[in-house]
Structure formats: structure tokens, C-alpha cells
């Protein structure tokens, strides 16, 4: 059976891994991806940025600086300099060496750990360059149905879609637009990812029966922990949510914890 980010097709809501599992691995690298895998993920959320000779790797960050040992803009090092920084050991000393990978390894890791990717275009410089480069590897692989392509730029979306028939979209939101259908046929989106502080069951009644899937992003557990201070609690409206089928994935850092939610609900499919 194809891979599908609907819920009605695939029987289940999806748990993606933010990032990988990155409240507890380094972020956007394999080991990330694994532990998210082996803690209960179906999918999982990576970025996307091109180098100085156009090949897509997994970073969030426009600079190296944060995640790695190295310095500068992705952008202005080649792949042969990115292959040498180190990915894990500023994360924790049990993770270093550990590389930033390519898109092409995330992708081969995908088809053969039978997992979905959520891939969102970080490139600020050539961003559509940045999706002409994902697609044809989407093709080289044959991973176009497990992976769908998201940005806060809905224009890059829009031309991603014209360019390349076929492609799965999603449009990331952190607002509650008046007419989000509207928006997301106005771009070719199949998707929309939403805030928990922006979800309205209402919304994604209308959403699915548009036929557009839903992804719901939870804030880390530092952030879920301030509503339980103030003696509110957001979870039981979550599992109601998922229950209820208005959901087709939860996103976040926290992957076992997500996985319990869906688990609760009786969506794992």
C-alpha cells in the first residue's frame, strides 16, 4: 500500500518526530531519526537548506553555528566542508561525530524504515531551487508518496506544485485565517500545519471535508508544563481531537509522550 498522510487512508494518526526526536537526540541527524522511529514515530519533520554546490543537506539553521562545531553560513561551505563538522557532540558528548546528513540519506532511510518525511524548505537564498533539488531526488528515490514538502512561504509552495505535478504540499500556519481552505487551495497545498493554540475543531471539520490533511504541532514540554502551572490542561481536548478523527499527525519534540496521546485515543492504527 502507498504511504499516506491521511488518516482515512492509512488507518492511524501519524506521530512525527520534530526534528527527529530532538528532545532527547541531536536534531536533524540519523540518530534523531532512529530513536524517533523506535519510540513510536510513523513520520518525522526535517529542514532543508542547499551549499555553496547546490546540495540539499538536513539543517534548520541558515548558519552551522548552533547545531555543529563549525562556523558560517551553510550556504558558503561546500559539501566536502559540511561532511567534516560534527553534529552530535555539542548536543551531548555521546552523540559526537555525528554528521549532518543529506536529503538523499534522509530519503534512502525513509523508504527503507517504511517511514514518512515532512520536509520544510528552510532555504532563504534559492529557495526554489532548494525544491527543484528535493523533487528530482523525491523521483531518484521513488519516495514522492512518503514525502510532503512545507514552508512558511506559501508562494514557494504555489510554484513547487506548478513545477512539479505531483508533489505533496503543506502549508505551515501561525495564525487562524478567516478562510484557510481558501488558502490552501490558492496555493496547491494537500496539507496545513497548525498551532495547538490555533486549532478549532470547527476548522478541521472544514478542512477535511475539503479533503486537505492536518497536522497539529505541540509546543515542547517546558511550554505544555506552563498550562499545567496555571491548572489548565490542554491534553484531554488533544486525545478528543484525535479520537474524533479531526487530526491526520501530531508534531513535536517529545515522541514517546505523542505517541502515548495517539495511544490513548485508540489511532495507532
Not at 540518530?31 to 524517533?36: H, K
Not at 471539520?205 to 497539529?216: E, K, N
Amino acid at each position: 500500500m502507498a504511504f499516506s498522510f491521511l488518516t482515512r487512508e492509512m488507518g492511524r494518526v501519524h506521530v512525527c518526530g520534530h526534528r527527529g526526536y530532538s528532545l532527547h537526540y541531536p536534531e536533524n541527524t540519523v540518530p534523531g531519526l532512529e530513536a524517533a522511529k523506535a519510540a513510536g514515530a510513523t513520520t518525522v519533520e526535517i529542514d532543508v537548506v542547499l551549499t555553496a554546490d547546490g546540495e540539499p543537506i538536513v539543517l534548520h539553521d541558515l548558519t552551522v553555528d548552533r547545531t555543529t562545531d563549525g562556523h558560517g553560513f551553510a550556504a558558503d561551505l561546500d559539501l566536502e566542508q559540511i561532511r567534516k563538522l560534527d553534529a552530535g557532540g555539542r548536543f551531548h558528548p555521546a552523540f559526537a561525530g555525528t554528521k549532518i546528513p543529506t536529503v538523499a540519506e534522509a530519503l534512502d532511510w525513509a523508504k527503507a524504515n517504511d517511514m514518512g518525511i515532512v520536509l520544510e524548505i528552510k532555504e532563504a537564498e534559492q529557495p526554489d531551487l532548494a525544491v527543484d533539488r528535493v523533487a528530482a531526488l523525491l523521483k531518484a528515490t521513488g519516495t514522492l508518496d512518503r514525502v510532503i514538502v512545507i514552508s512558511f512561504d506559501h508562494v514557494v509552495l504555489k510554484g513547487a506544485v506548478e513545477r512539479h505535478p505531483g508533489l505533496q504540499t503543506e502549508a505551515i500556519t501561525h495564525a487562524r485565517h478567516v478562510d484557510i481552505v481558501g488558502v490552501l487551495r490558492a496555493c496547491g497545498a494537500a496539507s496545513v500545519s497548525i498551532e495547538l493554540d490555533m486549532f478549532h475543531a470547527d476548522d478541521a471539520q472544514a478542512l477535511h471535508h475539503a479533503g486537505f490533511s492536518i497536522r497539529l504541532s505541540l509546543p515542547r514540554p517546558d511550554k505544555l508544563a506552563e498550562y499545567w502551572r496555571g491548572g489548565r490542561d490542554p491534553l484531554p481536548n488533544i486525545v478528543r481531537w484525535i479520537a474524533d478523527g479531526l487530526i491526520d499527525s501530531i508534531s513535536g519534540d517529545d515522541v514517546a509522550f505523542i505517541a502515548r496521546l495517539v495511544k490513548q485515543a485508540g489511532q495507532t492504527g
